[in-house]
């Protein structure tokens, strides 16, 4: 036998163990986003009870192999060679596809992606085959078409089905407990964590165990003929210890539901989509083994047709187990799986905030058709049936900043294991992503988590998500296709291309990740306490300082000396600066002004105008930095000694300026050198100068239009960067002022320090 397909098989259990990673960092916001969101535990504890329902799912598994082995095709047209590259090109695409949606933090499916990329390769390697062994074969011989679609058509009519449930159970249960739920679940507590049990037992563990290694026919047969009585006591035990634990242990029972109801999803999330990961290595596995055995007694492995992958399989428990450890393992230490969680949480919080996806033509038309949908319904409706429903629903003020209650928590994670376990039951490779995504955000939207402040947003992130889905699947097929193409055609030579692409991939998006994340983390910064406030605005004073005399010094240089290099690195840094305190305005001041228990309003005040005044100067730093470097990459005339020298001058009145007031800083005089009268009588001056260049015909017209911009957006940067030291000073006194009863000097100068 070749040894290139000793390597295939070892290449292809690297990439399921890349892929288990992937994977993971996808589908942790399945089972995690309820616990996260709701801030039921620690984190800590959280992913302790998800690991162990991964673990104990991987056992539940074994069923659902076959998808990958004869789910979309018949392996019985396929030789050992043509499978062994088809399998190979599924992994390749799975995961450069799964870690490209990882990075960008878009929950898509590992199930679809599996399913498109099987269908996908099987077709390009089957047209291949037709087309190197000549007429006399289709293509519908090859594909299952009929179990392909049966497949597809599940998955996509679940995200229907899971919007709906999710919807319907959550009025429901607001209807009940209301958002102050304490009163109510004193007496319907128990029996609602007694539902809550026993429907995450049935589905979870009852129909799980079919196709498990872990159960023997015995146990199935007796579960089979006695589950009514089973359920039953599973209701009635459940209630009891629920109502024990509630009432005689004081115990928030609504936790353990939630910590019960992650681990049961972890556990359906493993069983079902533990395929999706190692499913396609084990099949190419098992297809190495059928050819090593055909080898052995003499047979031809290029003429082998691969029909024994239609026998049954029961994994073996030691693959299953080592998927599982790598799997918590990437649980615990993936960035990218916070990232996805995050893009769900963010979509089903409660209450207003700043959001990560913008509007659109469609979300404004869904919203407004929705408010007159409820206009009229609110008109047909008694007034007493209003009230209570009104109620009902008034929010309260969440624990430790939740982004919703236990009660959603707890019908986000019943309904999405009833769906997923009920699926996996039937042999179904539901989409955990797309049942869970749409039950959390069916309950957000009966829990009215959309309010007239976010709605349009928030649905504009579901649809930026559901079509993110849709192109999982043409992405999925198409690029699949393409790389067992290319496998098919370049043979090893094309494999080991591969490879290097899917590192060179892998690494590149890692960077662009951790440059995404950095960028989040600057939109999310709140300050909470009045240390933080000044330490943040002395530092950002000094930055923009410094910053300002940097980049207007290179813009000087470059144009005398024609430096192209030069200006670019001053547009650059210009940009960065601009992008840096337009989301201070945008994501900061306001949070901050929100959060921030203290009763100072000057200071605040304070605060706020310096934000506004470094961002007028980044704009206009912004703005001559991007005009002189188009100037120059044009190579258009170079400017004349009379005007870098004008342009020198407003140089030397803001070093000075600058100087000056940090020489003030230093020795507590905060009495500001007035840069606003010598810049508003140079400016005409430097105009008329150029006005008389522009007469004598020393200027060109592009010339002179930069040049009177630049000495324009000059007077602005200079104007504001007064405004900014006046406003630093003022914000400075404005913080001793709350200080009467402190040495306030000292504590100046140590925030200083820490500056």
């Known amino acids: 036998m070749d040894p290139i397909y000793v390597i295939i098989v070892i290449i292809l259990l690297g990439l399921a163990a890349l892929d288990l990673i992937v994977g993971v960092a996808n589908d942790a916001v399945n089972f995690l986003n309820s616990s996260i969101g709701s801030k039921v535990a620690p984190l800590w504890v959280v992913l302790s009870v998800a690991s162990v329902g991964v673990i104990i799912g991987t056992m539940f598994s074994s069923g659902m192999m076959e998808i990958a082995r004869s789910g979309v095709f018949y392996p019985e047209k396929f030789t050992f060679p043509s499978i062994m590259i088809l399998f190979l090109a599924v992994m390749l695409t799975d995961v450069i596809l799964l870690d490209l949606f990882n990075t960008f933090g878009l929950p898509t499916s590992t199930t679809v992606s599996l399913v498109f990329e099987l269908l996908g390769a099987a077709v390009a390697v089957a047209l291949f085959s037709i087309w190197a062994s000549g007429p006399g074969e289709q293509l519908g011989e090859f594909i299952n078409s009929g179990k392909a679609l049966a497949i597809i058509g599940g998955i996509f009519i679940s995200i229907a089905v899971a919007f709906v449930v999710g919807s319907a159970v959550m009025y429901i249960s607001r209807l009940v407990f209301s958002f102050n739920y304490a009163k109510p679940f004193k007496y319907l507590g128990a029996v609602w964590g007694g539902i809550a049990l026993t429907a ?51 115990v928030k029972i609504l936790k353990v539901i939630v910590l019960t109801g992650t681990a049961a999803l972890a556990m359906a999330f493993a069983g079902n989509d533990l395929v999706n990961f190692i499913g396609v290595f ?98 047909a409706m008694p007034a007493a049936a209003k009230n209570f429903i009104n109620r009902q629903f008034e929010p309260v003020k969440l624990e430790n900043k939740a982004s919703f209650d236990l009660i959603r928590a707890s019908v986000n994670l019943t309904i999405a294991a009833l769906l997923i376990s009920l699926g996996t039951s039937l042999k179904l490779p539901l989409s955990t992503t797309y049942v869970t995504f749409m039950v959390a955000m069916g309950s957000s939207l009966a829990d009215r988590a959309w309010g007239r402040e976010s709605a349009v947003y928030r649905i504009n992130g579901v649809l930026t998500v559901v079509a993110g889905w849709l192109l ?196 507590g005089d905060y009495i500001i050198v007035n840069m606003r009268e010598a810049i508003l009588d140079l400016n005409p001056k430097l105009t008329k100068r150029q006005i008389k260049r522009v007469k004598a015909g020393e200027s060109t017209t592009r010339n002179s239009i930069l040049f009177l911009n630049l000495v324009n957006e000059s007077k602005i940067i200079t104007l504001q960067s007064g405004n900014l030291m006046k406003s630093h000073r003022n914000f400075k006194e404005q913080y001793a002022k709350l200080l009467p009863e402190r040495n306030t000097n000292q504590l100046l100068g140590k925030v200083l320090l820490d500056t």
């Open 200 to 250: 995450i037992a049935y589905f979870a563990v009852f129909k799980g165990l079919k196709g498990s290694v872990l159960a023997g026919g015995d146990m199935l047969s007796y579960l089979e003929h006695n589950m009514g009585i089973a359920l039953l006591y599973t209701f009635t035990g459940g209630t009891l210890v629920m109502a024990l634990l509630q009432h005689l242990f004081r």
């Open 282 to 379: 084990m099949a190419g596995y098992d297809s190495f083994r059928i050819a090593q055995d055909v080898a052995a007694s003499g047979g031809d492995i290029n003429l082998l047709r691969m029909g024994r992958l239609l026998e049954p399989v029961v994994a073996d428990i030691g693959w299953l187990l080592g998927a599982g450890v790598i799997m918590v393992l990437a649980l615990w230490f993936s960035k990218k799986s916070r990232t996805v969680t995050e893009t769900e949480v963010n979509l089903a919080r409660k209450g207003e905030g700043l959001e990560r996806f913008s509007s659109s033509p469609l979300s404004r038309s869904m919203v407004r058709s929705s408010l007159n949908i409820g206009k009229s319904i609110g008109k």
């Open 472 to 667: 999982t699947a043409l992405a999925a097929f198409s690029a699949s296709m393409l790389v067992a193409l290319f496998l098919m055609w370049g043979g090893k030579i094309a494999i080991a291309v591969m490879l290097l692409m899917v590192a060179f991939i892998l690494f590149k998006s890692g960077k662009l990740h951790s440059k995404r994340k950095s960028k989040e983390q600057q939109h999310q910064q709140v300050l909470s306490s009045e240390r933080q406030l000044v330490i943040s605005c002395n530092r950002e004073v000094y930055r923009m300082l410094e910053k300002t005399l940097f980049i207007y010094k290179r813009i000087t240089e470059g144009l005398k000396d024609e430096n192209r290099k030069l200006v670019k690195k001053a547009m650059s840094e210009a940009c960065e600066l601009y992008e840096r305190f337009k989301d201070k305005r945008d994501y900061e001041v306001v949070p901050t002004l929100e959060s921030i228990q203290m009763n100072a309003l000057e200071l605040e005040q304070e605060y706020v105008q310096l934000v506004g005044y470094s961002y007028e100067i980044t704009k206009s730093l912004k703005a001559i930095s991007d005009a002189t470097f188009r100037y120059i990459d044009n190579n258009h005339a170079a400017f004349s000694k009379e005007q870098v020298e004008d342009l020198e001058v407003i140089y030397k009145i803001l070093s000075e300026a600058f100087a000056a007031y940090e020489k003030m800083e230093k020795s």
